[in-house]
């Protein structure tokens, strides 16, 4: 079975660029989250939706991140314009909320980006 | 300041020692959980505690939950070489679907 797909796997862009990070859940799966990955802060959620509707973006650093979820098998993450400091790793994950407590995450091997 | 802070923040060992790993909070959470992450991949779920004082085994691994629900702890019977990997631990509050996690205790078994 494909687990959680995201593209490109590395990006390497100049400040000012806009960036576009993509993500395909597994099928079935009704939640999806965005992560961000440093050395220094660790791994911080941006955003997660549920049902393709945004429930909480108070992660999102500031008006130059936006995602979207326009249906149950895609989300994107946009950065616009980047800054060298947005350089980190971006995980996308999925999980089937059934309103359990074990609920898993399925991580995706997540998407290196570099802004220089 | 980080909600959970995890403890060491790196380990060397050697194969066959003993360790332990702690992910400490002065917030309750309702559950925890536990995922070991290797070099260029995403974190993966190795186990959910829910109710205070729970134990759980898996393998070489052991699993507690502290009895307040603020604190856990993972150890780590004779270590081998495949134990090498970062290891996150996440807070569920008030049970939301999102999980807080911990800035990882990157441990490294050597041969």
């Known amino acids: 079975d494909a687990g959680v797909i995201q593209s490109p796997r590395h990006e390497v862009t100049e400040m000012g660029q806009e960036v576009t990070l993509r993500c395909k859940p597994i099928?079935?799966?009704?939640?999806l989250f965005w992560y961000r990955q440093t050395m220094m802060r660790g791994l911080e959620l941006l955003i997660y939706f549920n049902n393709n509707v945004p429930i909480d973006d108070s992660g999102m650093p500031e008006d130059r991140f936006s995602a979207k979820m326009p249906n149950a098998s895609f989300s994107t993450l946009k950065i616009q314009p980047s800054e060298p400091r947005d350089s980190a790793v971006y995980f996308c994950?999925?999980?089937?909320?059934?309103?359990?407590?074990?609920?898993?995450?399925?991580f995706g091997p997540g998407t290196r980006l570099t802004v220089l | 300041t980080q909600l959970l802070e995890q403890s060491p923040q790196f380990l060397s060992i050697q194969e066959g020692e003993n360790l332990t790993v702690y992910c400490n909070s002065s917030s309750v959470f309702s559950s925890l959980q536990w995922y070991r992450q290797e070099p260029g991949e995403g974190p993966v779920l190795l186990v959910t505690v829910v109710t205070g004082g729970e134990v759980k085994k898996l393998k070489r691994l052991t699993f507690q939950f502290g009895d307040a629900r603020k604190d856990s702890s993972l150890h780590i019977t004779a270590a081998q070489p495949g134990d090498t990997g970062l290891y996150l631990c996440?807070?569920?509050?008030?049970?939301?679907?999102?999980?807080?996690f911990g800035p990882g205790t990157r441990l490294s078994v050597l041969p």
């Open positions: 099928s079935g799966h009704n939640s």
């Open positions: 994950a999925s999980t089937q909320n059934a309103g359990g407590i074990y609920n898993e995450q399925f």
């Open positions: 996440a807070g569920r509050r008030n049970y939301g679907q999102n999980f807080v």
